[in-house]
C-alpha cells in the first residue's frame, strides 16, 4: 500500500467526521501495489446514510477536508450506501480487492 500512516489516518478520521462514525473506508486501484509509481487514490466509502443529498454533501465535505490534510492530489470516491439501486462492477472489483484502512 502507497500510503504512510499519517496519510491513512488522515483518510479514516476525514471519511468517519463526514459520514459518520459507522463508515468504512478501502484503498483499491494503483495506491494497492507497491511496485507501481503515481496513481491518484481511489477510496471505497460505506455508509448507512440513506439519503443521496446527505451523501452528496458528506462527500464534498470529505473532498475539501483531504485536500487540506494531504495536500493537493486526485482523490477518487466510491460511495456505497444501503439505497443504492445502480450497482456499477467497479464497486465490486473496489469491495473485491479493496484494501481496509
Not at 8 to 32: D, E, H, M, W, Y
Not at 75 to 82: A, R, S, V
Request: charge should be neutral; hydrophobic fraction near 40%; include cysteine.
Amino acid at each position: 500500500m502507497r500510503l504512510n500512516d499519517v496519510q491513512r489516518q488522515a483518510i479514516v478520521s476525514a471519511v468517519k467526521s463526514c459520514f459518520g462514525p459507522q463508515a468504512n473506508v478501502k484503498l483499491f486501484g494503483s495506491r494497492t501495489d507497491d511496485q507501481a509509481k503515481g496513481g491518484d487514490i481511489d477510496l471505497l466509502i460505506t455508509t448507512d446514510i440513506h439519503d443521496v443529498n446527505d451523501i452528496v454533501r458528506a462527500e464534498m465535505r470529505c473532498q475539501v477536508k483531504l485536500q487540506q490534510l494531504l495536500g493537493e492530489q486526485k482523490i477518487d470516491m466510491l460511495i456505497d450506501y444501503p439505497s443504492r439501486q445502480n450497482y456499477p462492477a467497479i464497486f465490486s472489483i473496489a469491495e473485491r480487492a479493496g484494501l481496509p484502512l
